[in-house]
């Protein structure tokens, strides 16, 4: 949450949780004076903490259910590594945010240690087999499947994403995890790929 509350005031401010599960953030997101809403494409993963709590709605982060320019903040915390088009989710994050807006999008990189979140490290001899070998190790598939539920996003897709894009100014693209002295990093092909693990794209909606 310092990630936005460093680039927004978050008093007063409207913020939707793309993702957000039954809304792991929205305590202190609310601490902060926010109006909180989350949405989520798994009914199961929304009743996570229980009751399903007001301001929740169903629906793809891909196809927000929301108009254009209706948020003030638009975030989202390890959600694009789990959908097929990510940068289509990128892009409805921020046509839904209101112009001047915040856009905060943060991804796990499929090079870095967790890429293959349960199925890792294999997943650096491939998705498709370290599946396989979770499969055959436990008994079941991972709750992340590679190909349904868990795709390759890395920082150069991120990079070439951010530049395109023509409707928000990029505010900060960094390591989510790494202490200041070390987001160099992330500018550099190759090195970027595997020591980032979390990489964190701030937008400011023109
Ligand atoms: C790893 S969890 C992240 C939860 C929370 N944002 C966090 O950082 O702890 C990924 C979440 O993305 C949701 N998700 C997957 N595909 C989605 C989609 N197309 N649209 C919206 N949410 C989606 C999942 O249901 C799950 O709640």
Avoid at 143 to 149: L, V
Avoid at 171 to 186: D, K, L, N, Q, S
């Amino acid at each position: 949450m310092g990630h936005v509350s460093h680039h927004t005031d978050l008093e007063g401010r409207t913020l939707l949780d793309v993702g957000g599960g039954p809304g792991y953030f929205r305590d202190a997101f609310r601490s902060a004076g926010a109006t909180y809403f989350s949405v989520d494409a798994d009914a199961g993963e929304l009743s996570g903490l229980g009751e399903i709590a007001p301001g929740t709605v169903l629906g793809s982060g891909m196809q927000l259910p929301f108009r254009d320019d209706a948020v003030d903040v638009c975030y989202s915390s390890n959600v694009l590594e789990h959908v097929d088009d990510p940068w289509r989710m990128a892009e409805e994050m921020v046509r839904i945010t209101k112009p001047g807006g915040v856009v905060f999008i943060s991804y796990t990189l499929w090079y870095g240690p967790w890429g293959g979140h349960e199925t890792s490290p294999w997943h650096f001899l491939g998705g498709r087999r370290a599946r396989r070998r979770y499969a055959k190790v436990h008994g079941h598939e991972p709750k992340n499947k590679f190909g349904e539920s868990l795709f390759k996003v890395t920082v150069r897709q991120g990079r070439r994403w951010s530049r395109r894009q023509q409707s928000a100014d990029v505010i900060a693209f960094e390591p989510r995890y790494h202490p200041g002295w070390a987001r160099w990093t992330v500018h550099v092909p190759l090195i970027r790929e595997l020591s980032t693990w979390n990489l964190v794209i701030i937008l400011r909606k023109r």
